[in-house]
């Protein structure tokens, strides 16, 4: 069994989040292509839905939320000489500190949409959607 | 017209050669095809006078093995299988030849030394632009007595326009090589303290416009124009000097454009410089560009040779798709043959608008990436997609996917490295491959399995191709080093 798997299933810290019906969505689904808020967007804020997607490292330890990516964000140093953050992000905000997994696998995270923006107090990070109260697992 | 005569008979002797055989294969569509191949090929015309215009043009990252797959899914997005397609560039109307693309000092290239290659004629050490062969990475104590002549220069010395288009930052590696000479192709807005001996990439490229050395300058990465603190269409300068590039250009007289309303409103007559910046960084991927937003690449072209045929005495043009590069190191193909088909539709647009009896076209790429793929596929697979089997029957694919020892199904692309390797960090590196659908590996979000785990797919030293039309395109033949390519340049804006 894979360690943070049985981590988080031992702890029971991040056990994963009750099935609903709708299915997992995909981050592409809120924005529209120019980077505004998509029509689904904006008709599913303050409800709690589910995204797929990947958990960029996160920027601090014992951090309350992470970036939830469309694809896997790699860190090429021949195209940025700093991490670029794509456009189609959202920050998961957790209800507890989060077990960090790997760049590169798939996750699940559930919350409710919050499209206010907000800059994150202790990394200074600005995100302009959010899932909120959130939980997630692979 | 002896010569034509020539060639015309040698033509008809070949048509005539094939059906004399009687053979038994002479009607099937694939030998009349191969028979006119080598009668457009005979009917050849070297042309041997003078470029007034020289178009370069380079879809970052599009070895021979990424071209591939473009060409394939540009055919599949037109309804074909897709292997019959034939890029703009892969005509009988292009010479072509295969390029070594090696730095002086790795086997791995990367766009800055290749690119300067290109733009100078010898070939450059890794990471650095436009210097010589003692120059050091990294080291500003080295630039000085090592800054390379420039292509550009000569052009503007010969009384010729100079124009660079990029999908990429202005100041990323590729445009970059078109004005710059840096130790450290990431100082595209500050160099270290006390390095006096060259400005920042984007300094560059603003001096470049004021000295008439650059008069067309479109693409992305207006933060490394604006001071850190201040905003411009939406986007947090990074300059730490405090200075405004975009109040310098247009305080020398340059137009400016940031979006596709303002880029449309530019006036295109030649009368005043024009500089375009379109995002912070990189403009965006093909596949999540909107047409309000941002310009296409060929649209971009379209307005850089509109501008630069505006001078009598010609121009020369480097238009970069730089985004094929990136979705490559992301290991999403579905993005990278996405940007290929946009810079396809760029070599298309600059080919309809130039004369070849005046322009030199040359398309080419910087350097392959790690992409490889698998087998055995049939007839019109996916090529972003499943691996499905070979028809026994028929032509098209079984439209069964193959499954490998594991017992599961597999892509027909796949990388050598990067962010889509299966392994995991937190099971000692170990992973096991998933039960992949169609529509999973056709999403365009879907990064294709990697073997070596790393966080961006690498580079490879494999060879691209360069194909090429118009004055003296014909010195294009065999295998070449990529400095080369500079050297025809060179040749066909001043032939002997």
Redesign the interface.
Known sequence: M????FLALSAGVLAAPARAADPAR?I?TLY???GGFSDDARSLEGSRLTLQGFMAPPLKADARFFVLT????????????AA?WP??IIAIYTKRVIDV?????RIEARGVLDLTGFKDPETGFYSKMRLVDATYDE | MLRTLKVSTLALAAATAAQAQDLPQAGSDWFTAGQAHIDALLARQPNTGRAKNVILLIADGNGVGTNYATRLFDGQQKGMLGEENVLPYETTDFHSALVKTYNINAQTP??APTAGSMNTGVKQRFNLINLGENAIHDDCGTVAGNELKLFSEMATEMGKSVGVVSTARLTH?TPAAVYAKTANR?W?DSVPEGCTAQKDIAGQLIDAMAAGTIDFAVGGGLRHFLPEGTERAGTGGRRKDGVNLIDEATGNGAQFATDTASFNALNLDGSAPVLALFDG??M?YEA???D??EPSLADMTRAAIEYLSQNENGYYLEIEGGRV??AN????LARAVRDGVAFAEAVAMADALTDDADTLLIVTADHEHAIAFNGYCGRGTDITGLCMGVSQTGIKHSNEALTAADGLPYTVAGYLN?????L????DWSGARPELTQAEATD??Y?QEALI?M???T?SGEDVAVYAKGPWSQLFDGTIEQNVIFHVMNYAVNPK
């Open positions: 894979f360690r943070r798997r995909k592409r529209e292509k120019g469309s694809r896997p964000l790699a860190v090429c140093p021949f195209c940025e000489t670029e456009d189609d997994v790997p760049f590169n696998v | 990367d766009s590696a990431n595209e960084s990189h965006k999540d560009r909107a309000d937003g590069d990136h190191h992301d290991g999403n990067g962010a889509g390797s299966i995991r960090d937190d099971a365009i979000d990064l785990p966080t961006s797919e580079h």
